[in-house]
Each structure stands twice: as C-alpha cells, then as structure tokens.
C-alpha cells in the first residue's frame, strides 16, 4: 500500500508499505491480525521478511491445529520463541479477534476495555521545509487532533521546537527522537525543558534503558520510551530505574494483546500514563491498535489516527474516522468490529501462503501498487 505522502523520521522515508497480513481460520470463523513491522531492521531487528520466514517456519507449525481457548493461549504455545514480537502479535491478535466474535464481544470489551471513545493526537514525519511543518500542524488541529508530535533528528530538534513553540504557543507538544542521539547529546534535551514538552519520546540507543534514566534524571521533561520496552520484563526494568515517566505501548513491538493487557497493567500499578504508538498499520493492525487503547490506563492521546490520514483507500470499512473532537468513536460490533474489505486485499495481494489442516491459516504479503 502506497502511503499518500513519504514518511521520514531519524530512521529513513518511507513511501510504500508491504503489509503482511494474517488470517486464522477456526469454527468457521475467521480473525486478522497485522504484522506492523517496517521493511528495514532501523526500529527494532525485525523485517518484512523475517517475519515471514519466521510465521512460515516456525510459529504457524507450533499452533496450526492446536486447540486453544483463545488469543492468551497462543502466546503460551509461542513462548519457546525469543523475540520476533511483530511476527508473534499478528497470529495471536487476529486469534483475539476470533474469540471476540465467539463470545459476540467487540474486543475492546474482551480485553477489558472501558473507554467508548479514545484521544487521538497527529504524528508529524521530518518535512522538507518549516513553512510546510506550520501549515500541517494547523490543518492536524483544524482536523480535531489533540495533541502534535514532531519527529526530530539531530540537527532538526531543540531550534525547530523552538520555533515551532513560538508559533503555537499553547498546544500540546512532544517530539520523537527514534533513537538517533547518545547520552552525550543530554545538554541539547536539557535546553527543551523551555518548551513545554509533554514529553521526549526515545531520544537514545534503541536497547539503551540505563541511559535513559541517565538522562530522565537531569531533565524537567518526561521521557517516554518505545523501541526499548519489547517485553514486560524490560517495562519493569525501566520503571524501576526511573527511565521513562510515560510509556508507549504498542502493540506489535511488546508481542500482542496478552502482553500488551500485562504491561499496561503495570502502567497504571506504577502510575506511569500510557498511550498507543502507531506504525503506518493498514486498517487491521489500526483496528486492534483502537480496541488496545480503550483500556483505562492510555490516558494521553495515541497516534490511532484517521485511515485517511495515511491512505487513499484503507482495507477496512468503514475506514477509521476522527470526531471533530479529536477522537475515535469505538466499534460496537462483535470482534475487531470493522470489516476487512477481501476482495481490496486480493486485489493488493503479491504474496501469499496458505496452511490446511483440522485448522487452516493464511497469510498474504500485499505489495506495491501502481
Ligand atoms: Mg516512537
């Protein structure tokens, strides 16, 4: 799927996506879920294809056929796998969704989802030029949108949210570094304390946890970590070092909605305020991104935003809309509660592999379209 315009952060551009998607099949309903994981190794190690070498060699052989209860299962079946989290969320969320369709739940409320509506805040890629950024931000809070965040690089940070504050002096701002400084760069996060941030999402090493508290110690400003936080066990490490004050939870890097579901629970133990990152998803991975965000612990705005702000034509019906109040309302239907639009997949489909037996499972690269 071609994303209407390119997408850069610290880590590169993006323009077009190749999705990978998987359909479970079981009692004669079927789920889906969403592989959100970028076609280079820049935001954690996995790829596209590694993800399908991994789905096809080693994760649907451990549960095709299996007799799981639901999703929380499959994590267990999976748990001899270490790491490929993106790869292991697709197959447990899409069996998520079949359980919700079981029980005749929309899964927000499977999971344990309060909220019937959720806020949404506009993530903004690298532009090429700050007149530009201005005018985006104005039609991103003219759209509703509550709060704004700015992908920053070095050399593209502490003066852009400088100006970009002056313009804007009252709204609600953060930046993404994705990584691209070092400890060494703390001087430069202690001159944004001047700006109100409401926080500095992932300014250092990828993996870096101790570093980051390092730097939280000597700023105003709340860290917020992303890549870092793969598991629960690292969520742990985190909070207790003081690395972050806030937490991104999404859903594909922690593994799927059971481990998703724990370390939001954690969050709101360690009264550490959560929100949902997002990553380009098509409608189906932006669908569970919605039912995730509904628990009661993602107090500040997500990245979930309007299928309309990424595609010209999403995969889902309806496509996923914002309310002039900056919010998504949540479907009420039974499961992921938005229908995926099949012959749209086909039509996009490059790739794809199909399993039959007592279960069936398919999974389909969808690729570039001209
Ligand atoms: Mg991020």
């Known amino acids: 799927m071609r994303l209407k315009a390119p997408y850069e952060t610290s880590a590169g551009t993006e323009w077009n996506r190749r999705i990978i998607l998987v359909q479970v099949f079981s009692e004669g309903l079927s789920g889906w879920g969403e592989v ?13 294809e590694t993800a399908w070498h991994i789905l096809r060699d080693f994760l649907v052989p451990m549960v095709l056929g299996k007799t799981v209860s639901g999703g929380s299962d499959v994590g267990d079946l999976l748990r001899s796998v270490r ?20 029980n005749n739940l929309p899964l927000s409320a499977l999971l344990g989802g309060t909220l019937t509506e959720i806020p949404c805040g506009a993530a903004l890629g690298i532009q090429l030029s700050h007149d530009l950024l201005f005018e985006k931000i104005a039609g991103e809070l003219a759209a509703g949108y509550q709060r704004i965040k700015l992908k920053i690089k070095p050399g593209h940070d502490v003066g852009l949210v400088a100006k970009v504050r002056k313009t804007f002096p009252k709204i609600r701002l953060m930046v993404d570094g994705n990584s691209a400084y070092r400890l060494e760069d703390a ?9 109100d941030l409401e926080m500095i999402e992932q300014p250092l090493w990828w993996d870096g946890i101790l570093d980051h508290a390092k730097l939280q110690s000597k ?8 890549e870092s936080i793969r598991n629960l066990h690292l969520a742990k490490e985190a909070f207790e070092l003081k690395a972050c004050r806030i937490l991104n939870i999404k859903l594909g890097r922690v593994g799927g909605h059971s481990a998703a579901r724990h370390i939001h629970n954690l969050c709101v133990a360690s009264g550490i305020p959560a929100w949902c990152g997002g990553m380009l998803e098509s409608g189906v991975g932006r669908a569970h991104n919605i039912a995730m965000s509904t628990l009661p612990g993602f107090v500040l705005p997500g990245d979930v935003s309007a299928s309309q702000r990424y595609w010209e034509e999403d995969i889902i019906e309806p496509e996923v809309e914002i309310t002039r109040n900056g919010t998504i309302k949540v479907p ?3 499961g992921l509660g938005y229908t ?19 279960s069936r499972i398919s999974f389909a690269v969808v690729g570039r379209q001209n």
Do not use: N
């Open 83 to 102: 790491g490929h989290e993106m790869a292991r969320a697709a197959l447990e969320d899409a069996v998520w969704d079949i359980e919700a369709q079981r």
């Open 332 to 334: 009420k239907g039974a």
């Open 340 to 358: 995926v639009r099949v012959p749209r997949v086909e039509q996009l489909t490059v790739r794809r592999r199909t399993w039959k037996d007592t």
């Open 36 to 48: 959100t994981v970028d076609e280079t190794p820049t935001f954690t190690s996995e790829t596209t």
């Open 219 to 226: 700023l105003k400003t709340p860290l917020c970590l992303d």
């Open 187 to 195: 001087s430069l996060f202690e001159r944004m304390d001047d700006y």
